[in-house]
């Protein structure tokens, strides 16, 4: 029996609903019920212990949302605006109207290009880019503690339609932002709930199949041993 992904699917249907308005709702709250869903199959895979909120949800995503689209994959946008003088390589236009996850990188070619321009301690800093990563800091922390976004994401892409974006497609804003007195153009990147659904329900087909090899009940803590490293760790 699938128990996570059944369950799964009723968190991202109710997700969905809270999205369309029922209940006066919006993409937040739709957002807050599917990083919970990942959140507490993340607590209950590995043995327990203390401060690895962060780097257990991140881990779950990597490891079990590593499909079609990879959840390792890299925001090229965002760490091309970290890393200016990675941009040309990155091949993202400084100027350009609209960017969406095809702008973007996998690890493997995000790695290649931080190693040739002598980047240190490049896998981390790439991992910190990371879809999984983003979605843990951006979204699941910025609506959980705030109610909003984090700095460096958007609840809302208008432009979607008119740039043909597919309904599951990651996606990037633009904002206009007072930096040093200056107005700067920076990018939002934008996580569709249906692609947040996506990967819970990657995530709970993870979790049944660890049940099965386990034997184990579902809802238990598997106490699966603790990566050593984390994968946000590099």
């Known amino acids: 029996m699938n128990y996570y992904r059944t369950w799964a699917e009723k968190q991202s249907s109710l ?3 809270l999205e369309s308005g029922a209940l006066g709702a919006s993409y937040a709250d739709g957002a807050i019920i599917l990083c919970a869903t990942i959140s507490t199959m993340s607590c209950l895979l590995w043995a ?3 401060n690895t909120d962060k780097k257990r949800f991140i881990e ?3 490891r079990f949302g590593g499909g079609v689209p990879d959840s390792t994959r890299v925001s090229g946008v965002l760490l ?4 200016p003088q990675l941009r040309q390589q ?3 236009a400084e100027k350009a109207l609209h960017l969406s996850e095809r702008n973007d990188k996998t690890e493997a070619e995000a790695i290649s290009i ?3 321009a002598g980047i240190q301690d490049f896998k981390k800093r790439v991992r910190r880019y990371s879809y999984a990563s983003l979605l843990y800091e951006e979204v699941r922390c910025g609506f959980a503690h705030e109610y909003k976004p ?3 994401a958007a609840d809302g892409d208008q432009l979607r339609t008119l740039a043909r974006v597919p309904s599951r497609e990651i996606s990037y804003t633009n904002a206009l932002v007072i930096e040093n007195a200056i107005p700067v153009t ?3 990147i934008y996580f569709p709930l249906e692609r947040i659904s996506e990967i819970a329900l990657a995530v709970a087909d993870g979790m049944d199949n660890e049940c099965a090899n386990l034997n184990a009940n579902p809802f238990d803590n598997l106490r699966v041993s603790i990566p050593t490293p984390w994968w946000s760790e590099g």
């Open 90 to 92: 990155l091949g993202i």
């Open 80 to 83: 091309a605006e970290a890393v």
């Open 150 to 152: 984090g700095e460096r």
């Open 60 to 62: 779950i995503v990597a």
């Open 48 to 50: 327990r212990s203390r």
């Open 114 to 116: 931080c190693t040739a």
């Open 186 to 188: 920076r990018r939002r």
């Open 15 to 17: 997700a969905q609903s």
